[in-house]
């Protein structure tokens, strides 16, 4: 069973930057497509980014298009959300996912417990 532990994340000033983390248990990281998704107060959780299994499909909602980075590292079990120019309405409950398919497409199989960032007006 793949187990996903988030980091990084935190209170940091309107165009700040800040990168999550999320590591994976087990053997099979390697692979699975990853996706960060996100869920601020009182709205749905919304897909943000996502990465194929092996780093060279990326995808990403509009809100974030030019200013988030999803890469992975595969020898480190690791998926990273590198966040730049951020802004109030970013401020939210990140969650790392992991699909149990080569794309990030459909619902993902395993989730995080969620890492909160918060932007500062």
């Known amino acids: 069973q793949v187990q996903l532990v988030e980091s990084g994340g935190g209170l940091v000033q309107t165009g700040g930057s800040l990168t999550l983390s999320c590591a994976a248990s087990?053997?099979?990281?390697?692979?699975?497509?990853m996706g960060w998704f996100r869920q601020a107060p009182g709205k749905e959780r919304e897909f943000v980014s996502g990465?194929?299994?092996?780093?060279?499909?990326?995808a990403h909602t509009d809100s974030v298009k030019g200013r988030f980075t999803i890469y992975r590292d595969n020898a480190k079990n690791t998926v990273y959300l590198r966040m730049t120019s951020l802004k109030p309405e970013d401020t939210a409950v990140y969650y790392c996912?992991?699909?149990?398919?080569?794309?990030?497409?459909?619902?993902?199989?395993?989730w995080g417990q969620g890492t909160q960032v918060t932007v500062s007006s």
């Open positions: 996912a992991a699909y149990f398919i080569a794309r990030p497409v459909g619902t993902p199989g395993v």
């Open positions: 990465i194929s299994n092996s780093g060279g499909t990326t």
């Open positions: 087990g053997r099979t990281f390697s692979r699975y497509a």
